[in-house]
């Protein structure tokens, strides 16, 4: 098995582990699973093909660059931002570019949110389950003037940031994060 080859292997139990349906773009289904990682996803002309494109709720919102276990991680974030830039419009997405982007070698793994005011890579333990990210992606505002706008600012008490909203949210759940508080 070549060192590629076992890093995804070594991804795909990570994400299966996290709660994600991983398949191959001739046998996605985006709407399989609450989160659903296609393999080796073509992108726009001149962008590639991201390892891993996820779906959440049956939308786009982040990519995986996979590199072989030993790999530097720190300075592959410009080629996974950019494959977060290359989502055809044609397909479902949360926000453009992409605002999630990871880069593992199965064993080593960087996050950025692109959420955050900063953006910037981290690294994190393993990878977030899909419900966590639609919890993030429902606090994006929506377009001026619309309905949904109105409904996501009452979901932000006076003066608290979204980032605050979302964690709130996300820790008023024991379930939510499977820990207890």
């Not at 919102?61 to 790999?71: M, Q």
């Not at 996501?152 to 024991?174: D, E, I, P, V, Y």
Request: charged share 15%; proline share 6%.
């Amino acid at each position: 098995m070549t060192p590629e080859l076992k890093a995804r292997v070594s991804i795909d139990a990570l994400l299966v582990a996290a709660g994600w349906h991983v398949c191959n773009v001739s046998d996605a289904n985006i709407h399989a699973s609450v989160g659903v990682a296609i393999r080796e996803f073509p992108l726009n002309s001149g962008f590639g093909f991201a390892d891993y494109l996820l779906y959440v709720n049956g939308k786009a919102c982040g990519v995986i660059e996979a590199k072989k276990e030993g790999a530097t991680l720190t300075g592959v974030e410009l080629q996974s931002g950019r494959y977060a830039q290359g989502l055809p419009t044609t397909l479902p997405a949360w926000r453009r570019p992409l605002p999630f982007v990871w880069e593992s070698t199965g064993i080593e793994t960087h996050f950025t949110n692109g959420l955050d005011p900063e953006p910037r890579a981290r690294s994190v333990f393993a990878f977030f389950r899909p419900e966590l990210l639609v919890q993030w992606l429902t606090y994006l505002p929506a377009p001026v003037g619309s309905t949904t706008e109105q409904e996501t600012a009452g979901n932000l008490q006076h003066g608290q940031s979204l980032r605050q909203a979302t964690l709130a949210k996300a820790f008023s759940s024991k379930s939510n994060l499977g820990v207890s508080l």
